[in-house]
């Protein structure tokens, strides 16, 4: 089973995959709904272990390793990654595609002997150009089930080809129920070869009632976990939140604890000193020193700065030149 938890892929501007979680089950189709060509290209990738997600994982079964993933799948027919150029002959195609396969079988380096084998006898001349969409799929799938290692196919943007559904869905459901791939060699009473089949369409077909997401679907759940995250305290502000949740010390000097320094505070004798801002001692021969009272100032009141004694001002003169006369 192959399974994703939040997949999420950020681009240089924008995101390309909002978080998205699909299962997809050996035997059956799951097609996934995506807007745009750049989205459905980055879903393949990743889900085919050859774009790394910025945020949540890709499984295929119990092994979670990218590597295992790359090995086990193939993507087929991605735009800009390894759609087949027009300008290719039938037979160049086949030959490229087979070069790539890992592990070596006898037609591997023959394209034409495999292509006979395999039912294409009919476009051994052409061009990729001008193949039917549905016999042009047909050759693709062959082509990346050439590696017996292969478990899960992703096709990105079958529907792009054409309307017609008939063209690229029924092919799609023969590889998942494993009636693709078999080899010429395989007998008609051979054991089938179920795969894991993901198609990442531009619009989901009227009548189709099997397995479907939508990418993006775990977008809310993925904003929610960011501001989860977003909310827990830093490092700092979680040790000073640590540091006021801790009971008070004990007094300054004293190893004994705040609990036991509480209650011998609460256990010393309490003198009332009245008014007085002494403190009196309590204890037998001990007399308590009385209030000496405000002690004056010898030197008397301190006079302000901006008015003179009272008694002592000067009559302001109008006209400096009769204070010069006076004198």
Known sequence: MLTTNQLHIDGRRHTLLPATTVEAQRAQVLLIQ???????????????????????????G???????????????????????EHHLSVRSLTSEDLALVPLKFRDRTRPTEW???????????????????????????????????????????????????????????????????????????????????????GRLPDDWDGP?????????????????????????????????????????????PAELADADAAAAPTVDVGDSDTTAESGPGIEPTPDPGPTPDPAGPTPSPHKAPAGQEHPRHEHPEQEEESR
């Open 62 to 84: 119990h092994d979670d390793a990218m590597s295992s993933l790359r090995r086990r799948s193939a993507i087929v027919d991605a735009p800009d990654v390894n759609a087949p």
């Open 212 to 256: 479907s997401a939508v990418a993006g679907n775990a977008e809310a759940d993925h904003a929610v976990a960011g501001a989860t995250e977003a909310a827990k305290p830093s490092g700092a502000d979680a040790e000073m939140k640590s540091d006021g949740d801790r009971q008070p010390a004990a007094a300054h000097g004293s190893n004994r």
């Open 115 to 201: 292509l006979v084998k395999h039912g294409f006898r009919d476009i051994l001349e052409k061009w990729v150009e001008e193949l039917e969409p549905a016999r042009l799929l047909h050759l693709q799938l062959e082509l990346a089930l050439a590696n017996r290692d292969v478990d899960l196919v992703v096709v990105d943007s079958p529907d792009r080809h054409t309307a017609d559904v008939s063209a690229w869905l029924p092919l799609l459901e023969q590889t998942a129920a494993g009636r693709i791939g078999l080899g010429p060699d395989a007998r008609t009473d051979a054991s089938s070869r179920p795969l894991m089949v993901v198609g990442v369409v």
């Open 34 to 60: 995506a807007d745009g060509q750049e989205r459905r290209t980055a879903l393949a990738l990743a889900l085919t272990g050859r774009m790394k997600p910025t945020t949540g994982s890709v499984t295929l």
